[in-house]
């Protein structure tokens, strides 16, 4: 074991000479900075460019960014310039955070100079030949990516791919084993999501200390949207939305991290609440076969304590990329309920991007321009 | 005018002397403290006997009681000894907010008695000859203290009255116009409620600071049946609980007072959405007729911005008594979605029980015993 | 008794057709909102103009401000229409809480164009002629509205007064009966500041849950030195600043309203903790003898629960004009240590400028201009 | 280097068999929780007894243990039966976090019976022959173990040491080198506590939400007395307290994890700022010499930023072991000003006995008895 031990740092040293140099558009918001904190030693992708608003252009990465993570900002950005998020950057692929309507044209602008875009945003989400993409759910998606192609919308190499809202991602990786097996046909989704999801400086304080507002600007309709493509069948050149019903309502409680859904759901078969609940546990997908970096070895946890998932105990799980399930039991509306919680940043935001990149490299879409 | 304020007033200092005279079962809980604060300077009531468990016994009140709500302890009960709850106490009818587990004994002896008990506690709720009461909503259900009597279960003048759970209290005020106009024949409710429902001490900081949870004991099961049984119909000796399906996903979030629910309704048929929002609009009932002391002039409050109702700004709505309504919209899964809003210690529990006490001292059933 | 108050009915009737006409030169903020809360029914003034910057300009109130408080906007300031903090504005006097930037000219400019201008703002505080005054503490400063007429520096009838800082008027009414009786020789205060103090959006949501600030902007140099001017002096001319060594240190917490400070002071004989006592409880001045609208019966209230004050309970307390001591005790460093709570948008902020008015109007220094 | 590595790991797995075994008393509270997750891996000592109430008596860890912290409860820990903390456990030294009442005797026994004893809890830190240790501030106090065995108090190899109170760590550990280098005559501490302080369920959220609590039982007494005695100097057979004039004020706040202090201080000659800070900054003590495990590499970290150190940003410092100092400034009553903050339930619990372990361990005072 010491030998391969060994080998395998010799393997590592290389390959890090070799890691792809990542450009961060929006690098100084909440979701940029968990880009650097997750991509610090991270073993295929290094920060070498870092864009935000003119606020911040040419100024020291250390000077323009407040960090509100915990922990320290990483050494290697702090001296970084901050660029506008435009052309030319000097790196391989840019993940984007940039708010939704500075992300159209600026990453559409990244694709066509030949740029792979891996982009939180939600500019591009529900385009037709763009991905929508969670690894664990629709991989087969990324054929979309033929589709850019062909239609030389953007320069060799250059396309977009997307993953979905912080909310759509807990609820989608939850349905997903479930629609695979048993087919969903409606889903009632009520959230409770932290105030990370909103940014920085976003929700005042006076409005969530001792409160909970039952809004937030667009979310029922992207969650209503996205789940119903993300669950969607890959046809020729697009993707065929799933037939289910899908139903949001949000709020936004006085949480840091983690968003929270309460779901309940109906299926087209008679289903045990055992075989749920096993459809939940043993879920695995392409990234955990790849042994993606930031795949976690279980996507969903199930917690059989009656108050279980919470956000502060259960957001962490997976280093913030699994989502925890609890509370399943028979509804009388619909025909089961439960309750799905995830890391909103994480797995809700950056390292959903990362992931997606993850994969994308491991399936040859990525490479170095060195 | 000023003639008229003259005669008012003599009116009222008569009316004094002849003020019933209240006991509190569980008079130094948060709910405890609620009814007494809510009957400083009440026109019909004066508290006159403070019942605890054995740690407060032979107290008096200040000392006994640790006093949670904003403003002073009002002055009159300071010096009253608090007595355990049991026979005799010296009062013409009691307010029970005792834990379940003691209040069934407990409540049945003084209804034994003769006394009227007009209880928030859970114990007797389901039972088929106690009135689950809304004056608002089911004033009909009175009629069920005939069974009471005639079943000779208590002594002449003794009967219980019970209201329903705090989070069941805003749902089912919020369905009653919608039920009796459209009939509801499904109903989703997903809760967000405060931690002060939970009593004192009650939820641990560090559980609810940062977090949520998913879970609390046996609420979901008491909103879905109660719910039934408040807009169930009135049959000689019994109440047909109504033919709704129910559904109920039930969390505590950081709020200290105010329970909101995130409600889908379905119809038996075709609403508009004008018709909706005009069924709450409109929506008075008994209580304002009757002009009782502590009934709201509006039950339900509609409010027309984006991110209404919200727990801080809206639970003192009609002085904690009214509820209110908001985000009104069309559902993908069912007809119709909406957020509802409560005063959870005051329109969910004691100014509930007070608003029962004020309908039965205007229909004759309390009398003083003086 | 009754003839009484039909008497006392006639003569508010008969006032209120010449109550005063204000105006509030920064209506949509936090301060501004509390000002027309606390003006709703106020015996001497009634609102009549409002102003703001100029995103309000020339919008309805009801349209220009997000109302951030309990209960509703009151009905007649909803359809006043929002003008720039400019002259003229249709009132006897205004109320400003415009920021300090913009309040330095716009509230001159009032003054030089005959208002009585009535502030909240810092900008004029610690000029040598404007008394930064607390009713009860020292009234007799009103003397510099002499100095102002004398110099001319504004024309007949305009003139401005301030009232401290939110912290420093808790720290400095504390203070008061000490300094008078015993005389202060040093005082440290150690804040813990609510977060509408910061005015909204304020403090960032992101900021505060889960943690403490331990910096306001400018906060302690304020305390510090409007401390020893409040508690000055007044010679011919001037005030001579209290010879007080004053350190202050702030905290922002997650706290929605009140303000407490954890004080030790030091005095220049030897006090027994009775008097000390005694001194705070027994204190009243000149706006609790002239009974004005505003003035607390007890300015100062003592706890002697060994966990109060607290910012929930005991905010309220005098319609939020009173402070709260409590925890009084001997100190191994300075002399004696007590912590003190005020609610800091009502005493420590717009019921304190409204007080200060009330007495400008028993004093004689504000006259209607219809 | 990679041949160094082999080295380490053969060392390392050499090492692992002879692991200390640990026992760890009230091993189900916040305290215990925090020993079993920071000695989860361990190089020197590996948990092999749990103690705690009768109500854990008998029960496996996971079942007496609701776990309240991130990531999951240790597997190795999941299938220990809890016992009484009594007499014998099979281990060769226990950590004590038992509630004082309990503590004094138990500890004893345990001491007696030949176990050292590290202790948490507040019962023996004052008596005259028990070393109050933080092992960078006064390791040399260590020789009263000589005292403990002189006076034959305890069997051979048992004695007790302990560590301060959660809040005196973090001021003892900030003014070590100050008081080293320039003598504190004088110190006036004002407490901002976290709610795990108090255990679980410790705090109810209806006193901490939206609110203060300026009362910690007993915690001005401790944080006084304590602070002398650990600054004090050794003295044969005997600690010899710090003079030091010491004030403490204590406040809880609504903060999950992390105690900040706002200190000011009098020194016995005159100090620049610039000695101030490089006093902080530079110190380092025998901990970071001899590279115990849990010895962070800087005790004391400063930061520059006007608005730290803030408890969720700055308390995981150094894997919560350093305590992070902000906002030094000159103040107008003492010398200086400054704000300390700490892990409460690590450096200021947990952390703190390990390290304590680990400076016995390194010194000889603790040995295996398989």
């Known amino acids: 074991m010491l030998v391969t031990e060994v080998r395998e740092k010799i393997k590592r040293t290389e390959r890090d000479n070799w ?15 968990r880009f650097i904190q997750l991509l610090e030693d991270h073993p295929e992708f290094e920060v070498t460019a870092l864009a935000a608003s003119d606020r911040s252009e040419g100024k020291l ?34 993940f984007s955070s940039l708010p939704a309507d500075v992300a ?18 939600s500019a591009h989400r529900m385009k037709e030949d763009v991905p929508l993409l969670i690894p664990e759910v629709n991989h087969d998606h990324l054929a979309l990516l033929d589709v850019q192609r062909k239609q030389a919308r953007y320069d060799s190499g250059g396309f977009i ?13 939850a349905l ?58 890959l046809k020729p050149g697009r ?44 879920f695995t997908s392409l990234p955990q076969e790849l042994r993606l970096h930031s795949a976690p070895d ?19 799980a997976g280093n913030g990329m699994s989502i925890t399930v609890g509370r399943i039991a028979t509804d009388r509306v619909l025909d089961y309920r439960f309750v799905a919680l995830g890391h909103n940043t994480i797995r809700g935001a950056a390292g959903a991007a990362i992931l997606n990149a993850e994969l994308l490299a491991a399936r040859g879409y990525l490479s170095s321009h060195r």
Not at 186 to 207: C, N, W
Not at 298 to 316: A, C, K, M, S
């Open 19 to 33: 890691k792809l140099r990542v450009g961060i558009l929006g690098a100084t918001g909440t979701v940029g900075q």
């Open 61 to 94: 990465y250390k000077d323009a960014c407040a960090w509100r993570l915990n922990g320290e900002m990483p050494e290697r950005v702090k001296s970084l310039r901050v660029a506008l998020p435009q052309l030319p950057l000097d790196c391989d692929l840019v």
């Open 104 to 121: 159209g044209v600026a990453e559409d602008d990244f694709a066509c100079a030949g740029y792979p875009v891996i982009s939180n945003s």
């Open 161 to 173: 791919v997307t993953n979905p809202n912080c909310s759509t991602i807990v609820l989608a990786l």
């Open 176 to 233: 997903a084993p479930l629609h695979e097996r048993f087919t969903v046909v409606s889903v009632i989704a009520t959230t409770l999501q932290a105030i990370s999801g909103a940014g920085y400086p976003g929700v005042a304080s006076l409005d969530i200390t001792d409160n909970v507002l039952p809004f937030i600007q667009n979310e029922e309709e992207k969650i209503e949207q996205e789940t119903r493509k993300i669950l969607g069948n």
């Open 239 to 282: 993707i065929d939305d799933a037939q289910i019903l899908t139903s949001a309502q949000c709020h936004r409680v006085n949480v840091v991290d983690g968003h929270l859904v309460a779901v309940r759901v109906k299926f087209a078969r008679s289903v045990q609440v055992e075989e749920l609940r096993e459809a939940f546990e043993s």
């Open 298 to 316: 279980r996507p969903i946890i199930v917690r059989d304590e009656l108050d279980r998932p919470q956000p502060r105990l259960d957001r962490d």
